[in-house]
């Protein structure tokens, strides 16, 4: 059974940071985990990815210069650190792995979800 858990979610003001944690037990191996993000009245939009290495890392256009994806292998645990955030990354933001083949971008490529975690950012 594979646990995917976030932590990290808050509220915070425009030009501020926060890290979020995604915590990943079970025996899975997943060629990339990746960062979503869901805002109000919105699909679940791709933030970030990660490969299992570490080597390789992708981001969405608005997200880049300002968030780092990064891993913790001997801790199972993959961090989105978020710098200059703005009130349009106010959203559920959600740890997918399982990677199955496919479109990274697309949340359909990725198996197992955590519950998410709020981010809230006021101006």
């Known amino acids: 059974q594979v646990q995917v858990v976030e932590s990290g979610g808050g509220s915070v003001q425009a030009g501020g940071s926060l890290r979020l944690s995604c915590q990943i037990s079970?025996?899975?191996?997943?060629?990339?985990t990746g960062w979503f993000r869901q805002a109000p009245g919105k699909g679940r939009e791709f933030v970030a990815s990660i490969t299992s290495s570490g080597g390789r890392t992708d981001y969405t256009d608005s997200v880049k210069g300002r968030f780092t994806i990064s891993r913790d292998s001997a801790k199972n645990t993959v961090y989105l650190q978020m710098r200059s955030v703005k009130p349009e990354d106010t959203a559920v933001y959600y740890c997918?792995?399982?990677?199955?083949?496919?479109?990274?971008?697309?949340?359909?490529?990725?198996?197992?979800w955590g519950q998410g975690t709020q981010v809230t950012v006021s101006s």
């Open positions: 997918a792995t399982g990677y199955g083949g496919g479109i990274l971008s697309y949340a359909s490529s990725f198996r197992f």
């Open positions: 079970g025996r899975t191996f997943s060629i990339y």
